[in-house]
Structure formats: structure tokens, C-alpha cells
């Protein structure tokens, strides 16, 4: 059996002030021998540091059952957990609330932290939330920048790891914009089946919501 992240709902509200957009996802994942657990992840757009909380609940009903409580933060060139007490989300597959020391102590805790890493790789929100929580940086045309253009073209460069978007117009290298990538996916979720592309990568589309193409490199 292979192993299985189904992405559930996302919850979206605007903050106190409208300030910003506190973004909650679920989802469900299921091991190769059919382990069972349940997860959320959520961030707040305009808060300041970035931080992004997440609670995995495993063994409902069970003595060792329990929900572990955590926060991700950057970290060097990529990003790091901490457990934490506060509590952040009820999942499904949950107990009792575990605090930062009881989760440290609980014997299942590797198998949480595993489940973590497969649903940071594998469930699309969570592509959407690691760029807004590392600040990735990407060059749009100006058509796009202005949001005149829609974004037929995601590429991920080789060479320095910029993200390019592109519109109906050409790329002109004297008028390009720089803009956070998270940005445009809030403007544009249709965007976030293209946020894993690994570097030298591309994908293009005719139409929003239309079928991606990926490719080595760009189109010619």
C-alpha cells in the first residue's frame, strides 16, 4: 500500500482589521501498513515573523492516542519544528491534547515528525504556505505585476532559483517586476498545482484553470 495524504478543506478568514488572511488546511494521511492521522496547518498572511502552527492527532480513542501541537519557522536555507504547548487545531484522528513535554516523551513522536515531512511534500497548500513562509521572490511582466495579464507561464531558474510568471505578453527584461510568489497564488489558487516544480522546470497553460504542461526548461 502506498502511502496516501488527502488534502480536506481550507478554511480562509480575514484577520481583525483585514489586515491579512488566516489560511487553515486538513487533510488525512495514511501509512504503507495503514497507519491512520489526521492533520492541520494554518498561517496568518501580514503577520510578522512568519510562523506557521500545525497539530497531527493520532490513536483517537486509544491510551497512547493524542494531538501534538507545533509551530515551523525558517531555518538557514529552509525551515525547522518546534513543538509547543498551545493547542492549534482538532483533527479527526486526535485525543487528548498533548503539551510540548508530553510529546517530547511520547513514544510515537518519530512517527508524527515522519508524518509531518510527507505532508509538507505532498499536499499542495502546504507548497503554498512554505513559499509565503520562506518569502519566495519571482519576476513577472509587467502585465502580470499589474494583473493584466493572467499567468500562463510558472518557471523555477536553474541558476539562481527565481521564479519567472508570465502572461499573454512576452517577458521584457527592462520593464519585470519583483513580487512574492505567495502573492500571486493569492490572487491566483489555480497556481498551486505548479508550486513543487524543481529548478530549470516550467509549466504552461492556455487558459486559468486550464491543464498545466510541464517541461524541462522553458518553452521555445
Known amino acids: 500500500m502506498k502511502i496516501q495524504v ?19 488546511a486538513f487533510g488525512e494521511f ?5 497507519e491512520l492521522a489526521s492533520y492541520a496547518f494554518g498561517w496568518t498572511t501580514g503577520s510578522d515573523p512568519h510562523v506557521v502552527r500545525l497539530s497531527v492527532g493520532i490513536g483517537v480513542g486509544n491510551p497512547g492516542g493524542g494531538t501534538f501541537h507545533a509551530v515551523a519557522f525558517v531555518n538557514e536555507d529552509g525551515h525547522a519544528y518546534s513543538l509547543v504547548d498551545e493547542p492549534f487545531e482538532d483533527v479527526p484522528e486526535g ?10 516523551a511520547h513514544e510515537d513522536l518519530p512517527f508524527v515528525w515522519w508524518v509531518v515531512d510527507r505532508v509538507m511534500q505532498r499536499d499542495r497548500r502546504a507548497w503554498w504556505m512554505r513559499h509565503w513562509l520562506r ?15 493572467p499567468i500562463l507561464l510558472v518557471g523555477h531558474d536553474a541558476d539562481d532559483g527565481l521564479w519567472q510568471l508570465i502572461g ?32 530549470g522546470h516550467s509549466a504552461t497553460r492556455t487558459q486559468v484553470g486550464g491543464p ?8 521555445i
Not at 12 to 23: Q, V
Not at 30 to 34: C, E, F
Not at 137 to 149: A, G, H, P
Open 30 to 34: 495514511i501509512g504503507p501498513r495503514g
Open 135 to 149: 518569502g519566495t521572490n519571482s519576476i513577472q511582466t509587467l502585465e502580470v505585476f499589474e494583473r493584466r495579464d
Open 168 to 199: 499573454r505578453t512576452p517577458a521584457d527584461p527592462a520593464t519585470g517586476k519583483i513580487g512574492h510568489l505567495h502573492h500571486a497564488v493569492d490572487e491566483d489558487p489555480t497556481l498551486v498545482d505548479v508550486l513543487d516544480l524543481e529548478p
Open 6 to 24: 488527502v488534502e480536506g478543506r481550507l478554511v480562509e478568514a480575514p484577520t481583525a482589521g483585514a489586515m491579512g488572511m488566516d489560511r487553515r
Open 212 to 219: 498545466w504542461t510541464r517541461q524541462v526548461g522553458y518553452p
Open 95 to 104: 485525543g487528548l491534547d498533548l503539551t510540548a513535554e508530553q510529546a517530547r
